[in-house]
Structures are given as C-alpha cells and as structure tokens.
C-alpha cells in the first residue's frame, strides 16, 4: 500500500514519518504514535472520546483523515501534563470525583479544556453547551460540570489552589466523607491503558464475520480465499473448538461462533486475525457461508405458541426460565378486595451504551497459559468455561480484568474472549480484537423488553390482599443472564409491600432477537416499573396520597419478603420519607391536583418552570436562552 | 471503513482538476469528511474502497470570502463554525449564526463545510434552508482542455431531491454567492432528539425585514427543511404575510398554511405540529430581532420565543 509522509508538531515534538493514506488522525496518533489517550468510542464524530487540539482548535480526530495533520501542530490529552503534573483542570476532576470509568475522560478533560481557553469565564451553561459534543454515561454530567467550574474557579483566583486537594478526613472515617478515587489520576491523564490500548510485540488484529441472518442453518462455510490472502495468519470458525462448546451465565446454550446455525443477526460466524485490521476486515469479505434460511421468530408471546419454530432444540417450548412464586390464595384475596386493577405495562430493549466498546487482546504464554485480558465483569466465570471449552486444565487458562470502560452488566458475557483464545492457539501470537461500535450495538446483550400483566386487588382503605403478576420477557437467541434476570423479576417485581396473596410469574422466551442479558437492577425495574406505576393508579382510584398507599402498605423491620426471608430491618420507611421530603410533595391523592401546585414551586408564580434546553450563544459571543 | 490507496492534497483549483482527471472514475472529493466518514461504515455503505481521494479543503479559492451590503460570497469549503464566529458572516447572513449553533457540536462545525453540507443534500441539511432564503446561488466549476470554466444555479434549484444535485462528473462546488441582508431579523429554528450533535426532524429558517413603520413586513423569507426530499421556500406564506399588516392573526393564520406541505416518510403528524409552531416561533424570533416588539403581545413573545 503506498504511504503518505506527515510532518507535524505533535506534543512539542517534530514528527515526519510515514502514515497509510486511510489512516483518521485518531488511527495514527493511536496505532502509529502509541498516543492512547485520545479514543474511539463511536468512530461517527458521536461521543467525543477523541478530541484532540490541531493548532490550538479543538476537534474530532475520528472525523480527521491524517492527511489535514500534515504541517500542523497537534496535542492530544497527554500534552496537558508534559510538566509531569496534572493540569488544575484534571486536577478540579480528580477532586470533584468526575471520573467513573474513566474512557469518556481524556475526551472530556479536552473539551473541558477548550472551554475555559476560550472563555475564562465561562458559567455552568456556556460550559455545558461547550462540552455537548462530549458524552458520558456514568456520572450523569453534574460532577464534571462541578470540577469545570472548581477549575475555572482556581484559575481566575476565585478559589484557593488549595480547593482542588483532597478534603480533610474526620479522624480517619471514610464513610460520609469526600474522598477522591486513587484511580482518578490515570483517567484524567489519559495514562491509563483500556485493552484497546494496549499492544504486544508481534501482535495479530481479529475481526469476526456475523451472520445477516436471524434465524438459519448454515450449510457451509469456505475459508479458503480468506486463508490464502497475504497477511491473514489464521481463520477460525466452529470447527476450531477441542472442548464443550458453550457459555452462557446460566445455560451455557451459546457457541463460541455459530454452530450449524445463526440465530440473531450479528451473531460471530468465523474470525480473522491477520497483520492489520484492514487485511482482516477485507479477508472477511473472501469467506464464503451459504445459508439456509428458517422461520425466525421475533415477539416472545408468538414464540410461546405451539406449533411456532423452535430456536433452541433443548428448549422445544422456546421458554429460557420460568419462575413462579405462590404465597396465600390470590382468588380469596381478590374476592375480599373492595377494588380490583388491572393494567399491562411494556419496556423496550435498552442498550448499555457504555462508551468503551468491547475489546480484548489473548496469548498464549511461554508456560502454555492461554491468557486473555478484556474488560469483563465475570471473569473468574469466564475462565471456568473457556476452560472446558478449549479443554484444558483451568491451571493453563487465566483471565486478567483490564480496566472496565462502562459495564453496567453489559460485559458479563463471554461474547468475543473464547474467539480470542481459540486464535491466539492457532496462531501462536498475540491477538487483539477491538469492537466498533455497530458491532458492539448488534451483537451483545440489551435490556430485556417485556410485557407485564399487573392485576392487584385492594381494600378501601388501601391496604393490598393479592397481586397476581406475569411478566413475559424477549430473552433473545441465547440465555445469557436471563435466567437470573427472571428470577430477581419475580423476587423482587411486587416491591417492599406486604401481600399477602401473591402469585408472580416471569418467563424469559427465546426468539431471534439480539439476546438480553445483564443491565443495571437486573429484571427489577421492569416488573417493578409495573408495581410502581399500578400504585400510583390505585392510589388515584382510591383517592389516597401515593407515599400514603406505600406507607400502608410498606414492609416494615421483621416483615418476611415474598419468598419467606425474615428481614431484621427494612429501610423503605426512611427511604419514602426521604423521597417526600426532598420532592416536596404536596399532599394529597394526584386527582386533587390543578395546575397550580405548590409542591413544584421553584419560584413566585406556583407553576413548575418549563423544562428547557439551556442557553445558546449570540453571534456575537454572548449567552442567550435557547429558543 | 474507508479505504483508500492515495490521499491527495491538491493546492490549487488546477491541481485538483489534474488529480480528478487522472483518476477519473476511481476517486471522490472529501472537504471536512464529516458525511464520508459515517457514510463509509457498518449499517450505511459498510467497507467502502476509493482508490483515491482528493481532499479539496485547503484550496484557498474554497476557503476565500467576499461580502459587502448587496452580496455575499464564500468558498464552499467554509467550516461552518465560520458562520458564528466571523462577525462579517454573522452581519450580513442574519440567520446562519443560528442555524451554525444548532449544527452538531463546537467541534464537528469545525470539520464540517457548508460545500459538503449542500452536495451531501441531505433532506434534514441544516445548511441548506438559510442559504435557500437568501436566494444562493451555487457556483460550479469544471475543466476541460486544461481551461477551467464556471456555471451557476440557484442553490433550490441545484438540489434535486434526497442525496441528490445537478452537480456533473468532474465538477466541483467552489462557491456559494447570495444576498446579503443586514439589518434583517433572523431565526433557525431546528428540532430533534437532543440538544447537540441532532440531525433536525424539521427545520425552519426565517429572516424578516420590517418597514418603516414597524408594523408591516417589507420583505419575509421562510424555508424550511426536513418535511419532504427538498428543502423548500414557503412562498405562498410570504405572500401572504407581505399582504397586510403584521398581527397576531396574521402570524397564526400564516403558521396555518405549510402544514399540508409535510410528505416525509415518518412521523407525518407530529412534523404538522412542529411545522405550525416553528412557523410562529420563527416570525415572533424574527420579528423581534428586526426590532418590531412593539407589534407583539408580550404573552405571544412568552409563548413562542
Ligand atoms: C456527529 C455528526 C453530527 C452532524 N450534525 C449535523 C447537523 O446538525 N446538521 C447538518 O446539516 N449536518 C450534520 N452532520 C452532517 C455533516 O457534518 C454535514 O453535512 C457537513 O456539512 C458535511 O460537510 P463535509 O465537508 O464534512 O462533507 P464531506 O463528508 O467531506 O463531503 C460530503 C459529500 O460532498 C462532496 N463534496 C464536499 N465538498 C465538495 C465540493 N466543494 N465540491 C463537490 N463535492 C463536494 C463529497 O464528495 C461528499 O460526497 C453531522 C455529522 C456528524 C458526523
């Protein structure tokens, strides 16, 4: 491939050196100059994880193809502390606790940056505003607009330098206290290496082929082409795995490439690993997979018919897991109730969208330890099940956490690491695989969507006599973590209320679907997003206020959950309280509500300031409200 | 991903005219690559191979600028941050200053141009409507005997339907030339899912002129996109607006009339609604920018600016 020369400032240091004509800056300062600050989080001018200054301007290096770099002067986020010391900006983030995860950082320290050069003075809205091509998805944004501010702060004299080191402790205690998070220094620096940071010597690049398909047998595959082309230095599909095939958090139902069929588009068909990505993405193109289509099922209650396709052969009925739960006689408790509703509540799939995208980088070592670093949250699972998969004595398979970009239960699942395994053995390199963002979206675990059916029977008084819940899942292809998700759904979904008739019912249903997995409450909200929102209907119809309806109804220390678990004390009395309190609630059953209430009286007229967008600049520089 | 064998730097309009002719049929011009890129990815075009791009952002001819009171000329590549920051730009094209600070974020207006925002034609374009408003012209170029020629078009007429133009094999967008208009009252509205970097579902330029007496228009100009593949002029609101005095009744009637206009092919209700608003939201914020807050009810301004 023919090579372009790039002369540029880079960090303070003069550079010429050859660069490949498709390279964005963001690959070059990341691949060729080892600058790993700066990454790829979307690789669509999205998210903002690789912002970079080029003669002191602020942009997106994924969106800048390296050619524009020639004579310019660029500095990425490790510029900020050439000195050896963190800059007060990434200092104001160490202190104010803006960093989580920490892969959004070096992007936002950037942006953040850029801010306060361009107005010293900026205040809470300008700064938003400025850094509203950046995103986060842990902290919420406020902690980062704080350390802003506190930067912007102690620049101007405002705050001492002081206010930027850690708060005094109360004779050493912790809790309740202010502390900074030790890990804080690598994240703002951008010091910190993700597995898609990290390289070895002689390292091999892994990109998978996924089926279009959601649901078919795949009659053949034929690497060959693919095996022949210069640069590819191994191709693995099904075939290539010694072991038990199969992982799952549950059931291990899940092949580590598809095998004999696909059933959700975006499943891995086969892998590549060749010198470059690019050599192995184009390879991928050369394998050949002739499909035979199937029936794909894509509604969990049409999977649940009979007669409809089967997705899992071990699972003839398409149910994933079933879990009842059975306390009291629900008819006789419906029958003493003064009031019967019922409702059906729905959610969507939700993705985790954390903004480091799978990445794993696998070796064998010289004592034959097949080793794979990914930022998985399972990884002692993980290592149980490679091991039977590639059958070899747990002793010679060994996981290593590298730090997690955002997981949120979306890296519970052992999606791509057994590709990498299986390759690093064949080819006897290191192999690193780093996910797009497309890929990431397709191919792993969403939220569960369900359909809950919601049916509860009071008195007058409001106390609750049954509850009969039934909640239907779309697990998706593969089981994953749905077995557990439906499980935490039935224990938990009727909430902290005594009932004292109970039947609860969640079904986890495979379809062709992406599957479902692990996310944040894990099945939880979904059933009680239906308890919760039924409350605040009953409450209405019985023209009680909604924190009394819980109150009356709320377990107390000593009560036994629905499942027969004695809970020595039960803060959800305390936690209601709170809640009012903190929301001002105005008394009173929601029906006796007008416009004009005073519980959302920010300030004078008694109706709740409309929610806006925040401010926009003038041409000329200044704020004004957006429109 | 996009690939490419050559990446080439042309520094003139000639130079790039003899890259485009030697790999005629195997290249593609790239200014910002802010479409390119996302274009060339998994989901869209997928793995796309161009043996040659040919990045004409850094001709200086595409870069220039020429304004005084009557007209105003910019190279296409501008960025579009250009379009807030250079008080120039901002004086005589009254509503491009808000349609640059809804456009993706501080950083992508950087990247992005307002040449590759018209060939890309996109029916949600946010560059597009103002320029229409302004009665653009696109200024195309081309060679061929080694003698570089140059033809005009209207910008609306330029712009054939979705991803669309009468842009030719071998051409290339050098400039954009329109009215200027200082002094007039201008406002982009733009909706969508979030605040910044949005594709609008629906947006609305609006630049007004008031007369004398600041209760009539002198001149209104409204364009809107997002509703249809074009982007379009609303010139039968303008007429009608220009027929009599300026009152509420007036702007409510006007706000009326382009609703029947919206044909996208999703979300035809809820665009009807926004269109209806945006249309007084656009006058009011005009109106008032063009100095005639006397002739608006304060609780007109409250619900609308
Ligand atoms: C995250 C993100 C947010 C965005 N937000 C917005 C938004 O809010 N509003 C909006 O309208 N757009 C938005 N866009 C789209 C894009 O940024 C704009 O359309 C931009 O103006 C395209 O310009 P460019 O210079 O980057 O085009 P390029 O990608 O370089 O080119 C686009 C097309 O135009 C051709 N071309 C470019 N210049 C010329 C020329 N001078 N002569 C002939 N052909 C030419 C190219 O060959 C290509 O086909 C967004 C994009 C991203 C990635």
């Known amino acids: 491939m023919p090579e372009m020369r790039i002369e540029a400032t880079i960090n303070g240091r003069k550079i010429a050196r050859a660069a490949k004509p498709h390279q964005r800056l963001l690959d070059f300062l990341r691949d060729d100059l080892h600058l790993t600050g700066a990454k790829e989080g979307c690789g669509a001018g999205e998210c903002g994880t690789c912002s970079v200054f080029i003669d002191g301007v602020l942009f997106k290096s994924c969106m800048v193809p390296v050619g524009k770099a020639q004579g310019k002067t660029i500095e990425t986020v490790e510029a900020l502390t050439r000195t050896g010391e963190l800059s007060v900006l990434q200092k104001a983030f160490h202190k104010a606790g803006a960093s989580q995860c920490g892969y959004c950082i070096p992007g936002m320290v950037m942006a953040a940056t850029a801010a306060i050069r361009i107005n010293p003075f900026a205040d809470r809205e300008e700064i938003k505003e400025r850094l509203g091509g950046n995103i986060c998805r842990c902290t919420g944004y406020q902690k980062i607009f704080d350390a802003v501010e506190l930067a912007r702060d102690v620049q101007n004299g405002k705050l001492p330098v002081t206010a930027l080191a850690e708060d005094e402790t109360a004779d050493g205690k912790y809790i309740g206290a202010n502390v900074r998070r030790l890990d804080a220094p690598s994240k703002v620096s951008g010091a910190l290496k993700y597995a898609g940071d990290m390289v070895m010597p002689d390292m091999l690049h892994l990109q998978v082929l996924r089926s279009p398909h959601p649901h078919a047998l795949i009659e053949s595959i034929d690497t060959s082409e693919a095996e022949a082309m210069e640069g590819v230095e191994g191709v693995i599909t099904w075939a290539d795995v010694p072991g038990e095939d199969g992982f799952g958090v549950f059931v291990h139902d899940q092949p580590i490439m598809a095998r004999g069929k696909v059933r959700y588009v975006g499943e891995a068909v086969a892998a590549v690993a060749a010198e470059d990505a690019v050599i192995a993405r184009k390879a991928l193109s050369k394998i050949k997979v002739v499909y035979k289509l199937l029936a794909a099922l894509f509604d969990a209650e049409a999977a649940m018919q009979s007669g409809a396709p089967v997705i899992h052969d071990y699972a003839p009925d398409n149910v994933t897991k079933h879990i009842p739960i059975r306390k009291g006689d629900i008819a006789r408790g419906f029958a003493e109730s003064d009031l019967v509703v019922e409702e059906t509540y729905s959610t969507q799939p939700i993705e985790h969208a954390y903004l480091e995208p799978e990445a794993g980088l696998a070796y064998v070592d010289p004592d034959g330890v097949v080793t794979v670093i990914s930022p998985s949250q399972n990884i002692t699972h993980h290592r149980h099940m490679l091991a039977k998969i590639i059958a070899k004595p747990i002793n010679k398979v060994r996981f290593i956490m590298s730090p997690v970009g955002g997981g949120f239960g979306g890296k519970e699942d052992m999606i791509y690491q057994g590709m990498l395994a299986l390759m690093a053995m064949k080819t006897r390199r290191p192999v690193r695989l780093v996910f797009t963002r497309e890929e990431s979206i397709i191919s792993t675990a969403k939220r569960h969507p369900s359909k809950t059916v919601l049916r509860m029977g009071l008195t007058r008084e409001g106390r609750i006599k049954a509850v009969s819940l039934k909640m239907i899942c779309d697990g998706g292809a593969y089981g994953l973590s749905t077995e557990g998700v439906m499980r935490k759904a039935a224990i938990l979904g009727a909430g902290p209320y005594n009932i004292p008739n109970l039947q609860v019912d969640t079904y986890g249903i495979y379809t062709n679907n992406t599957p479902s997995g692990a996310f944040r409450s894990f099945g939880a909200l979904q059933t009680q997003f239906a308890t919760e929102s039924h409350l605040d209907i009953c409450a209405e119809k019985l023209g009680l206020d909604p924190f009394e309806i819980r109150r009356i109804n709320a377990m107390r220390d000593g009560a036994e959950t629905h499942t027969k678990q004695q809970l020595k004390s039960v803060s959800y009395l305390r936690v209601l309280e709170a809640a009012e309190k903190a929301s001002k609630w105005e008394q009173g059953a929601p029906v006796s509500r007008g416009d004009r209430r005073a519980d959302l009286t920010p300030v004078g007229e008694g109706v709740r300031a409309a929610c806006s967008l925040g401010a926009r600049f003038e041409a000329n520089g200044k704020l004004e409200a957006a429109e | ?305």
Request: charged letters at 25%; aromatic letters at 6%.
């Open chain 2, 1 to 305: 991903m996009l690939f490419c064998d050559e990446y080439l730097m042309p520094k003139t309009l000639d130079e790039a005219f003899a890259a485009m002719e030697s790999h005629r049929g195997r290249y593609k011009l790239v200014a910002g690559a802010t479409d390119i890129y996302p274009w060339a990815r998994e989901g869209r075009a997928g793995d796309v191979e161009i043996p040659v791009l040919i990045d004409i952002a850094g001709i200086p001819e595409l870069n220039d600028k020429k304004i005084d009171d009557k007209r105003t000329r910019f190279g296409a590549a501008m960025p579009i941050q250009r379009f807030l920051d250079d008080p120039q730009l901002a004086r005589a094209l009254p509503c491009m200053p808000r349609c640059a600070v809804w456009f993706a974020d501080d950083q992508l207006r950087e990247s992005a141009t307002i040449g590759g925002n018209i060939v890309n034609a996109s029916p949600a374009g946010d560059g597009i409507p103002p320029l229409v408003a302004h009665k653009a012209e696109v200024e195309l170029a081309s060679r061929s005997n080694g003698r570089i020629s140059k033809r005009r078009l209207p910008l609306d007429l330029f712009i054939t339907g979705p991803g669309r133009s009468e842009m030719a094999e071998g051409e290339i967008l050098t400039a954009i030339e329109c009215e200027s208009l200082p002094g007039y009252g201008g406002s982009f509205e733009k909706v969508g899912h979030r605040r910044s970097l949005v594709i609008s579902l629906v947006c609305l330029a609006t630049l007004v002129k008031l007369d004398a007496s600041g209760k009539r228009f002198e001149d209104v100009r409204l364009a809107i996109g997002g509703i249809g593949p074009v982007p379009l002029r609303l010139a039968e609101v303008e007429k009608f607006l220009l027929s009599g005095p300026l009152d509420e009744g007036r702007l409510e009637q006007a706000a009326e009339m382009p609703v029947h206009l919206v044909q996208s092919r999703t979300r035809q209700e809820y665009r009807r609604e926004v269109v209806r608003g945006f249309v007084m939201r656009g006058l009011v914020n005009a109106v008032r920018r063009a100095g005639g807050h006397a002739v608006l009810t304060p609780e007109l301004e409250a619900s609308y600016a």
